[in-house]
């Protein structure tokens, strides 16, 4: 099982909206509906920022927002201010044998 | 407000046991609809999914690594440990404990703050 695959930079200028895919296949990503999000600043723990693709845990922001469509799931961060820059990682429940599978991440760099 | 902590050497001889501890503050790993698991990026690189495990039943662990790793439970002092046997340079990483939510959502919620863990002679 490979690695979801993931655009390996975005950037935006302030105030912009952005989109992050994350292609996997039938057997994770277009199979179910349990795509996770990941923020992580550089040093720090990941933090779970959108779960069963469209899913915002209590306390983060509206400003990102999840979408899924077939084998793609798509990430949005709206009205991009500074401290959105970070590593951004998707992450999918497999029917593999592998069961779990992140993304190879995308860095964010607000411009 | 649920907190985890790795414990563990930061520095692993080549074929020698990597083992780690986490201990969890502010919940049970007994509750119920939830996995503990353990997720670790090497230097430059993306996450990984090592393995879960939910108390009372199976552990579940990424193929690729299935051969050399073991989990174990200790419910006297609320926490979840992972032994990675036979490591190699390979095995370099930030390792994290998280708590997994279950009933299908699969994501990982609540995670310690990491420990870098060098393989090296």
């Not at chain 1, 600043?41 to 693709?53: E, M, N, Q, S, T």
């Not at chain 1, 077939?70 to 429940?93: F, M, P, R, V």
């Not at chain 2, 979840?80 to 990982?108: E, I, M, N, P």
């Given at each position: 099982q490979s690695a979801l695959t993931q655009p390996a930079s975005v950037s935006g200028s302030p105030g912009q909206s952005i989109t992050i895919s994350c292609t996997g296949t039938s057997s994770d990503v277009g199979y179910n509906n349990y795509v996770s999000w990941y923020q992580q600043h550089p040093g720090k723990a990941p933090k779970l920022i959108?779960?069963?693709?469209s899913n915002r845990p209590?306390?983060?922001?509206?400003r990102f927002s999840g979408s899924k469509s077939g084998n793609t799931a798509s990430l949005t961060i709206s009205?991009?201010?500074?401290?959105?820059?970070a590593d951004y990682s998707c992450s999918s429940y497999t029917i593999t044998n592998t069961l779990y599978v992140f993304g190879t991440g995308t860095k964010v760099t607000v411009l | 407000q649920l907190q985890l902590q790795e414990s563990g050497p930061g520095l692993v001889t080549p074929s020698e046991t990597l083992s780690l501890t986490c201990t969890v503050s502010g919940?049970?790993?007994?509750?119920?609809?939830y996995y503990w698991g353990w997720i670790r990026q090497p230097p430059g690189k993306g996450l990984e999914w090592i393995g879960s495990l939910y108390y009372g039943a199976s552990a579940y662990y990424n193929p690729s690594l299935k051969s050399r790793v073991t989990t174990s439970v200790d419910t006297s002092k609320n926490q979840f440990s992972l032994r990675l046997s036979s490591?190699?340079?390979?095995?370099t990483a930030v390792y994290w404990c998280a708590r997994q939510k279950g009933g299908g959502s699969f994501s990982f919620d609540f995670w310690g703050q990491g420990t870098l863990v060098t393989v090296s002679s």
């Amino acid at each position: 099982q490979s690695a979801l695959t993931q655009p390996a930079s975005v950037s935006g200028s302030p105030g912009q909206s952005i989109t992050i895919s994350c292609t996997g296949t039938s057997s994770d990503v277009g199979y179910n509906n349990y795509v996770s999000w990941y923020q992580q600043h550089p040093g720090k723990a990941p933090k779970l920022i959108i779960y069963d693709v469209s899913n915002r845990p209590s306390g983060v922001s509206n400003r990102f927002s999840g979408s899924k469509s077939g084998n793609t799931a798509s990430l949005t961060i709206s009205g991009l201010q500074a401290e959105d820059e970070a590593d951004y990682s998707c992450s999918s429940y497999t029917i593999t044998n592998t069961l779990y599978v992140f993304g190879t991440g995308t860095k964010v760099t607000v411009l | 407000q649920l907190q985890l902590q790795e414990s563990g050497p930061g520095l692993v001889t080549p074929s020698e046991t990597l083992s780690l501890t986490c201990t969890v503050s502010g919940g049970s790993i007994t509750s119920s609809g939830y996995y503990w698991g353990w997720i670790r990026q090497p230097p430059g690189k993306g996450l990984e999914w090592i393995g879960s495990l939910y108390y009372g039943a199976s552990a579940y662990y990424n193929p690729s690594l299935k051969s050399r790793v073991t989990t174990s439970v200790d419910t006297s002092k609320n926490q979840f440990s992972l032994r990675l046997s036979s490591v190699t340079a390979a095995d370099t990483a930030v390792y994290w404990c998280a708590r997994q939510k279950g009933g299908g959502s699969f994501s990982f919620d609540f995670w310690g703050q990491g420990t870098l863990v060098t393989v090296s002679s």
